[in-house]
């Protein structure tokens, strides 16, 4: 049964009564440390940090809009073997989403994890982050989260939410352990805390909180604001199908491309230990350029580029969770997570998968069944 | 135009599976059975090692189609590569139409050791089924 409880705000500051309520978990038994945004004390960046003394979470910022990294891929590096004690980690539901997908492939475990989740409230992109926090510095976060809800998220002073965070439908996560609610809620007064899961529920029992229920106006907040992603998604499905739905036009969404790769390092969910792009496999002998470029006139260097997309499309599409860093890391500003986002829609579809909703759904390529896709084989009529 | 795609003759890259397509193909050529010389056989193990990239690959360098061909259901020599590949076909006729390939350019099919006869006819269909799309985009277009 779930638990709903709630955290009391004083002086207006979410983030101090968020902080409190990490400190409590930090000073349980069971939790030895908490994952958390933080801003680091040399800059006014956030980044994840594992902190273990209680005292040390002064500066935690889960609600800053900065998302430098999915922080799936490091649950994944501190979970991929037993660590001999239980961490708490706090996440956006999208980098849950993606851890989950990283556990169906074995590279990472959720037995000695706390999943915490808030609403979440989007991002900027890196670089409008870094313009945005040295403007209003310390204020930042207490600007961006009072706007947000207050239904202000498409301009926000200039700064302006990333795509992948306009056009995302789930800013509510449903498979973290505990759930801190904001949407519909009375944030001056108070946070909203959830179990999602059984191991929630017995960990919110021993924190003691004081039990209310759920106010009736935050499925209605919550419906609205899901209502608002759908439709900018499906206008950014559209206009992006539009622009790639042929070779030349694709080859054109990606003229900027420099074979970099970033895309695929900022992939919480490019799961190779090795990217075969980065192997002997496309170093290509010097004479085979020449060979190329005698038999069509012309190669574009470096090669390969096209060839790249389709295939990091056919590895992850069925896994990709819409976090948008592909975008975020891409040096030269190309749409990737746009493009990334409309084919993987299509292939999660056809496979009736839905990624990082839940352990139990298998990877469409890991699983086959004798009576399946009859239309795919044969010439058709 | 109709002229134009008369004297159309495209290439087909085909992998085919060594234990039931190849041997088909094999028993084709011993039968004394003509198909048309615009398939290239790429004799592979089984379908199930036909990597989602070696027929990206093929599409990018201009092939106007291409098949994957092996043992019929329960006969795969290593049990159930045909299944993995059908999954692969499927996700890559999912993924190459969004970027104007057509998916009729992609082709599964299920052909026995002994169905040489079968072999020939399913390689002429597939040849006139792919002059009918005429010219794939991949030879027309300038890829990066």
Redesign the interface.
């Known amino acids: 049964m779930a638990t709903t409880a709630k955290i009391n705000v004083s002086g207006n500051d979410v983030l101090e009564a968020l902080r409190g309520f990490f400190k409590d978990i930090l000073k349980t038994d069971d939790i030895k440390a908490i994952l958390v945004p933080q801003h680091l004390p040399m800059k006014d960046m956030v980044m994840p940090a594992l902190v273990a003394d209680p005292d040390q979470l002064d500066n935690a910022d889960p609600l800053a809009p900065a998302f430098p990294i999915n922080t799936a891929k490091i649950v994944s590096r501190l979970t991929r073997k037993p660590m001999g004690a239980k961490i708490a980690a706090v996440m956006r539901p999208c980098e849950i989403r993606a851890f989950v997908e990283l556990a169906k492939l074995k590279q990472g475990r959720s037995d000695e994890l706390l999943i915490i989740t808030t609403d979440c409230l989007g991002a900027f992109q890196n670089r409008n982050y870094r313009r945005y926090v040295e403007r209003y510095g310390i204020e930042s976060t207490l600007r961006f989260y009072q706007s947000v809800l207050d239904g202000n998220i498409a301009e926000m002073e200039g700064a302006d939410l990333a795509s992948a965070c306009k056009s995302c439908e789930i800013p509510v996560a449903s498979n973290a352990d505990i759930c801190v609610g904001l949407f519909g809620v009375d944030v001056d007064d108070h946070l909203l805390v959830q179990s999602q899961t059984e191991a929630g529920t017995n960990f919110l029992n021993q924190l003691k909180l004081a039990e209310i229920p759920e106010p009736s106006s935050r499925r209605d907040a919550i419906t609205a604001l899901v209502a608002q992603r759908k439709a900018y998604r499906d206008e950014m499905f559209a206009s992006t ?1 539009e622009a ?8 054109a969404y ?2 900027n ?1 420099v074979n970099c790769y970033n895309c695929r390092v900022a992939c919480p969910v490019c799961y190779c230990k090795e990217c ?1 792009f980065v192997t002997d496999v496309f170093n290509h002998d010097p004479c085979q350029y020449l060979r190329w470029a005698n038999r ?1 006139g ?1 190669i ?1 260097m470096p ?1 390969d ?3 790249f997309h ?2 990091r ?2 590895h992850m ?2 896994a990709c969770v819409g976090c948008g860093q592909c975008s975020n890391a891409c040096p030269n500003d190309i749409p990737v997570m746009e493009l990334f986002r ?2 993987a829609r ?2 999660q579809q ?2 009736n998968y839905q990624a990082g909703k839940s352990l139990e759904q298998d990877p ?2 890991s699983v ?3 009576d ?2 009859p239309e ?5 009529v | 135009m109709e002229g134009c795609m008369q004297d159309f003759e495209p290439t087909i890259i085909a992998f085919v599976c060594n234990w039931c397509t190849y041997t088909a193909a094999d028993l084709a050529g011993t039968s004394r059975l003509h198909y048309p010389k615009n398939i290239r056989l790429i004799r592979i193990m089984c379908t199930g090692m036909v990597d ?2 070696y027929i ?2 093929a599409f ?1 360098e201009g092939a106007d189609g291409v098949l994957v061909s092996g043992c019929h ?1 329960g006969d795969c020599h290593y049990i ?1 590569g045909n ?2 590949a ?11 139409p ?4 057509e998916a ?1 350019r992609l ?4 052909i026995g050791a002994s169905d040489g006869i079968q072999f020939a006819e ?1 390689m002429q ?2 040849v006139a ?1 792919v002059k009918d799309l005429g010219p794939s ?2 030879k027309l ?4």
């Open positions: 199908r790639t739905n042929s070779l030349q036009k694709m080859t990606f003229a491309c075969v069509k012309l574009k090669t580029t096209i060839f389709l295939t499309l056919v599409s069925t409309t084919v299509v292939t056809a496979f469409p390529l086959f069944y004798e399946e896709f795919v084989v044969g010439l058709g | 989602p990239q990206i690959k990018l259901p159930n299944f993995k059908r999954r692969r076909i499927k996700l890559l006729k999912e993924i190459l969004q970027f104007g390939f009729e082709k599964l099919t299920w399913i269909r597939l089924k985009q991949a277009v300038m890829v990066v």
